[in-house]
């Protein structure tokens, strides 16, 4: 898409998710992390728990408005599978590498293909976009208005009525959930060692269906964006579908819980919800209203989204992979040196390791802002 016809607002929404991914994901110590920066410990939300179906919802808008341009400029749909494709792949390749770096070339790693987690971020990316394109080329928003439904009917049927082992079924606690045994079963020993449980994976394979519909609901956002009709009823419109899938979400928690790691049903719908609110936010602002300046910080985060987020996971890991015994006889990684030195000292252990963070993401929108000077734009 060039750069004329893009949808800034759509970039800067991207950027901002990316960055909250950021900030979220690098405090300067976890044991002192102010609570709406954690995800929610398993029934609930908080606002890091926004940001990953957020990022999903932005891909579904961007799948349904570059496919539609594909396709007025002459592509044909087996065209754009193949892209889709290869871009999924690439995806998926970058989250293993980005989970294998740096492949126990360091005394400080190890490495094992038997234990190495095959599910994370970039994965389920590349799986929501795969299955996601599949439905968009062959429907029309009808039928993705039904592929949303029975994938999350479908998957509410699986939690509440498939039998666990040893626990029966419609359990949803940490243990004993459909989804934990399925990991357990298909990925034994791939799994996410941080995981609420032994064994189960938050970007597990059965969650990954109401995953799906989050990418979906996103590509019907997208259609809306398509409409012959004006930005501010466009923003009106984005608005009226979020505060709907909000209602929807919070009146069906009398029956299923949200929770991000089940990535139930309610979560799918709510944080869809949220996402349509948001970007009804930065689309009257920024292409009904004009008002493009402020999120300019945002625009370049997010003409290289991926990169950075990759970037950020390879400095993150090298920062607590490099260490030293200092003169105490104790191990000291670059990333605590860095906090304890200069963050520490600063008093309350939530703001330092806030501070930290919001360092952390600085010096990636300066790689950015670098690349976005030079009009490097990587894309998958």
């Given at each position: 898409?060039?750069?004329?016809?893009?949808?800034?607002?759509?970039?800067?929404?991207?950027?901002?998710?990316?960055?909250?991914?950021?900030?979220?994901?690098?405090?300067?110590?976890?044991?002192?992390?102010?609570?709406?920066?954690?995800?929610?410990?398993?029934?609930?939300?908080?606002?890091?728990?926004?940001?990953?179906?957020?990022?999903?919802?932005?891909?579904?808008?961007?799948?349904?408005?570059?496919?539609?341009?594909?396709?007025?400029?002459?592509?044909?749909?087996?065209?754009?599978?193949?892209?889709?494709?290869?871009?999924?792949?690439?995806?998926?390749?970058?989250?293993?590498?980005?989970?294998?770096?740096?492949?126990?070339?360091?005394?400080?790693?190890?490495?094992?293909?038997?234990?190495?987690?095959?599910?994370?971020?970039?994965?389920?990316?590349?799986?929501?976009?795969?299955?996601?394109?599949?439905?968009?080329?062959?429907?029309?928003?009808?039928?993705?208005?039904?592929?949303?439904?029975?994938?999350?009917?479908?998957?509410?049927?699986?939690?509440?009525?498939?039998?666990?082992?040893?626990?029966?079924?419609?359990?949803?606690?940490?243990?004993?959930?459909?989804?934990?045994?399925?990991d357990s079963a298909l990925l034994a020993g791939h799994?996410?060692?941080?995981?609420?449980?032994?064994?189960?994976?938050?970007?597990?394979?059965?969650?990954?269906?109401?995953?799906?519909?989050?990418?979906?609901?996103?590509?019907?956002?997208?259609?809306?964006?398509?409409?012959?009709?004006?930005?501010?009823?466009?923003?009106?419109?984005?608005?009226?579908?979020?505060?709907?899938?909000?209602?929807?979400?919070?009146?069906?928690?009398?029956?299923?819980?949200?929770?991000?790691?089940?990535?139930?049903?309610?979560?799918?719908?709510?944080?869809?919800?949220?996402?349509?609110?948001?970007?009804?936010?930065?689309?009257?602002?920024?292409?009904?209203?004009?008002?493009?300046?402020?999120?300019?910080?945002?625009?370049?985060?997010?003409?290289?989204?991926?990169?950075?987020?990759?970037?950020?996971?390879?400095?993150?890991?090298?920062?607590?992979?490099?260490?030293?015994?200092?003169?105490?006889?104790?191990?000291?990684?670059?990333?605590?040196?860095?906090?304890?030195?200069?963050?520490?000292?600063?008093?309350?252990?939530?703001?330092?390791?806030?501070?930290?963070?919001?360092?952390?993401?600085?010096?990636?929108?300066?790689?950015?802002?670098?690349?976005?000077?030079?009009?490097?734009?990587?894309?998958?």
């Amino acid at each position: 898409m060039s750069d004329s016809s893009r949808l800034v607002s759509l970039d800067a929404f991207r950027g901002a998710t990316v960055a909250g991914m950021l900030l979220v994901n690098n405090p300067g110590s976890w044991g002192h992390v102010y609570p709406p920066l954690l995800h929610a410990p398993w029934h609930g939300w908080t606002f890091t728990d926004l940001v990953f179906p957020c990022f999903l919802w932005i891909v579904g808008v961007s799948m349904t408005l570059s496919f539609s341009r594909r396709l007025e400029e002459g592509a044909n749909r087996r065209m754009l599978i193949k892209h889709v494709w290869i871009r999924s792949f690439l995806l998926f390749a970058l989250g293993l590498l980005l989970t294998a770096f740096p492949f126990g070339l360091v005394p400080t790693h190890t490495f094992s293909l038997h234990t190495m987690r095959i599910p994370g971020v970039l994965q389920r990316i590349a799986i929501c976009y795969l299955v996601a394109s599949a439905i968009v080329v062959r429907s029309d928003w009808r039928d993705q208005v039904k592929w949303v439904v029975g994938l999350l009917l479908t998957y509410w049927i699986l939690l509440c009525w498939i039998p666990v082992p040893g626990y029966g079924a419609g359990v949803l606690d940490p243990v004993g959930n459909v989804p934990g045994w399925i990991d357990s079963a298909l990925l034994a020993g791939h799994t996410w060692t941080g995981a609420p449980a032994p064994g189960f994976d938050p970007e597990g394979i059965l969650s990954t269906i109401p995953a799906i519909a989050t990418t979906l609901m996103g590509c019907l956002a997208g259609r809306l964006l398509r409409e012959p009709m004006g930005d501010w009823s466009k923003a009106f419109y984005l608005m009226a579908a979020g505060v709907v899938a909000l209602f929807v979400g919070a009146v069906l928690v009398r029956w299923m819980p949200i929770n991000k790691n089940l990535w139930t049903p309610t979560f799918a719908i709510f944080m869809a919800g949220w996402s349509a609110l948001f970007y009804a936010l930065f689309y009257g602002l920024m292409e009904a209203g004009e008002w493009k300046r402020w999120a300019k910080p945002f625009i370049i985060y997010g003409r290289n989204a991926i990169a950075m987020f990759v970037l950020a996971g390879l400095l993150a890991k090298g920062m607590s992979l490099v260490q030293w015994t200092n003169l105490d006889g104790k191990k000291v990684t670059l990333k605590g040196f860095v906090y304890d030195g200069a963050f520490a000292p600063i008093g309350e252990p939530r703001l330092a390791s806030l501070l930290f963070a919001i360092v952390f993401v600085g010096f990636t929108f300066a790689v950015a802002l670098l690349m976005w000077r030079r009009r490097w734009f990587i894309k998958l």
